[in-house]
């Protein structure tokens, strides 16, 4: 079982930036490959960025490439995981969610584990 708790949302203008973590606890959690996904209002949840459990190997969403990094720190039963965003835009509006899964994929059905997610807003 794996527990996941994000932190780091707010209110932020345009241009600015924001560092969400995602604290995850359970035997195993340093193993698993973690991701972010965002969901606005009235659309469906969508693939921001995801790291394998190394730390070494990450993929982004196009429209967040060259703004935001995902990292994560690995330690016994726990692993906190990061994304840096900058150059924030008011498209990036949304609730921000982390995940959890055996192996790096980048489709929100296929991961096992959520946290509750925590709002992120952007202003003009």
């Known amino acids: 079982q794996v527990q996941l708790v994000e932190s780091g949302g707010g209110l932020v203008q345009a241009g600015g930036s924001l560092r969400l973590s995602c604290a995850a606890s359970?035997?195993?959690?340093?193993?698993?490959?973690m991701g972010w996904f965002r969901q606005a209002p009235g659309q469906e949840r969508e693939f921001v960025a995801t790291v394998n459990w190394r730390g070494d190997n990450t993929y982004y969403a196009d429209s967040v490439k060259e703004r935001f990094t995902i990292s994560r720190d690995n330690g016994k039963n726990a692993a906190t995981v990061y994304l840096q965003m900058n150059s924030l835009k008011p498209e990036d509006t949304a609730v921000y969610y982390c995940?959890?899964?055996?192996?790096?994929?980048?489709?929100?059905?296929?991961?096992?584990?959520w946290g509750q997610g925590t709002q992120v807003n952007v202003s003009s």
């Open positions: 995940a959890a899964r055996i192996g790096v994929v980048t489709t929100a059905t296929r991961y096992d584990y």
């Open positions: 359970g035997r195993t959690v340093s193993s698993y490959a």
